[in-house]
């Protein structure tokens, strides 16, 4: 194989990876979206257990988190956990250290991760009704997000990938 063929293999490699690097780009901000949407549900569902079944906010969290299931489910369910241990820390403190620990693979911006553990700061010391109302004021930051990533997916997958198989000729043409 002589030097021209390595050099056209490289530029095949570079246009592929950067093009799979748009794609993934691409794929992250749906699995963003499909991630707060399931976030949603699974606070509609604490929503519930704490409001209409009076519950507990350590049986409440383990039910919410044994129906969602996944990576979501497994954050709420430590949560539950830890508080039926009771080793004399606040609710706040385990609710933003357990979802300081979540796995990176959990699709959530800095951004949503703050107003999560902004929701944990009003809950288990107020009454039902402040409770439910900060819930209520959570599920709305939820439904903005959702709507703005929804409003952009299509036009920042496009971009995405088109930066990404555009970044790659650029790349081949300037190293050829």
């Known amino acids: 194989m002589d ?3 390595l050099r056209i293999l490289g530029a095949v490699f570079v246009i592929i990876s950067c093009s799979g690097l748009g794609f ?3 794929g992250q901000w749906n699995e963003h979206l499909k991630t707060v949407e399931k976030l949603r549900k699974m606070i509609f569902l604490l929503k519930a257990e704490i ?3 009076n519950s507990p906010l350590a049986e409440a969290f383990e039910r919410t988190g044994k129906r969602a ?3 979501m489910g497994a954050l709420f369910e430590r949560v539950a956990e830890r508080l039926f241990k009771q ?3 606040l609710f706040y403190e385990v609710w933003q250290e357990e979802i300081d620990r979540m796995p990176k693979e959990v699709c959530l911006s800095k951004e949503d991760k703050q107003n999560l553990k902004g929701l ?3 809950l288990g010391y107020l009454d039902m009704d402040m409770q439910e109302r900060n819930i209520l004021l959570y599920l709305e930051q939820l439904d903005l997000t959702i ?7 299509q036009e920042k997958s496009r971009l995405y990938t088109s930066l990404g198989i555009m970044g790659g000729l650029f790349l081949t043409i300037v190293m050829y």
């Open 87 to 89: 080793q004399g820390e």
């Open 51 to 53: 409001v209409y079944g």
């Open 147 to 153: 709507d703005y990533l929804r409003e952009h997916k």
């Open 120 to 122: 944990g700061e009003h």
């Open 69 to 71: 299931g996944g990576e």
């Open 24 to 26: 993934f780009m691409a």
């Open 3 to 5: 030097n021209r063929w």
